[in-house]
């Protein structure tokens, strides 16, 4: 019976918003679980009663899949940046600069 309460409380709107923030966090399936207090195996069992909890864990994936696909690209082919210098009287200073490609 605690198991069914916690798969309730797990698929509300508030639950499943925590969940797809764990996934676009990164967490692995096995750090999520943890998190909710079941095992992984379980967490297996749940997606696939829940379509509501596979596309919160689905959801929030892709856009952590995305934000790393965005920096790796955006280091492939080199970027601009501004840092900041400090003037003799240390005062920042904007500095333009430019990250080179990196491919490895």
Avoid: C
């Avoid at 994936?61 to 970027?79: C, M, P, Q, T, W």
């Avoid at 333009?96 to 990196?102: G, S």
Wanted: charged share 35%.
């Amino acid at each position: 019976m605690a198991r069914r309460n916690l798969f309730d409380k797990w698929t509300t709107d508030e639950g499943l918003t925590r969940i797809k923030g764990w996934a676009r966090d990164g967490l692995t399936m096995i750090e999520i679980a943890r998190n909710i207090g079941i095992s992984k195996q379980t967490l297996y069992t749940w997606e696939k009663k829940s379509p509501d909890l596979l596309d919160a864990l689905n959801t929030g994936r892709d856009y952590a899949d995305r934000k790393v696909e965005e920096s790796l690209f955006k280091s492939a082919i080199g970027y601009e940046y501004v840092d900041e210098q400090l003037s003799d009287e240390g005062v920042p200073i904007p500095v333009k600069k430019y990250a080179k490609p990196n491919t490895t």
